[in-house]
């Protein structure tokens, strides 16, 4: 079954293309990962790696477009360069069900796994960065402008999130700690 042909099933079935359920192999890094937008005072595209929580891509624009979406995924690949096979389960958000983001996976070769229309607990925990995202950083500051807040994002996410704020699930590591352990195992 092409990639086309599973993408245009998974519309027609309110998302049934759900490989997460599927996939026993979860526990390794660049396996899954996890994209979600969310509206700040503008937009952020953000790109978890599901085994390590690491936020590996992300986009930052006044707009919600598909190109939003892709630029976080595309920053996703360059950071971490997976290999084919690797599975994204976003949401049956428009962004990700466009022809042209289903182009894309096509071209890398990924496998897109949908949520179930009305079902957002597959995507909690990148849901849970933006909601800590809100509350530890947007929530407290008035940003002067558009570039404040693009480098106020950053900051938090590659400063902060990424390298001092630790997670109970990896063990109360933060998520590049983690990381670099499975990169030194290897």
Request: proline share 3%.
């Amino acid at each position: 079954m092409s990639f086309k042909h599973l993408h245009q099933l998974a519309l027609e079935n309110g998302g049934a293309i759900h490989l997460l359920h599927e996939c026993i192999d979860f526990l390794r890094k660049n396996k899954i990962i996890l994209p979600a937008i969310t509206t700040l005072e503008s937009y952020l595209a953000s790109v978890m790696d599901l085994h390590t929580r690491k936020i590996i891509g992300y986009s930052f624009d006044r707009h919600m477009t598909t190109e939003l979406a892709l630029k976080a995924v595309e920053n996703a690949y360059q950071a971490q360069r997976p290999g084919p096979g690797l599975i994204l389960h976003s949401d049956l958000g428009s962004q990700y069900t466009s022809e042209k983001f289903a182009e894309y996976m096509e071209k890398k070769q990924f496998k897109h796994s949908f949520s179930k229309k009305g079902c957002p607990y597959d995507n909690a925990c990148i849901e849970s960065f933006h909601a800590i995202l809100k509350k530890e950083e947007i929530y407290r500051v008035n940003y002067l402008n558009f570039q404040a807040a693009r480098r106020a994002l950053f900051e938090f996410i590659e400063g902060w999130y990424n390298r001092k704020r630790i997670h109970s699930c990896l063990g109360y590591m933060t998520p590049q700690e983690t990381e670099d352990s499975i990169k030194g195992a290897a």
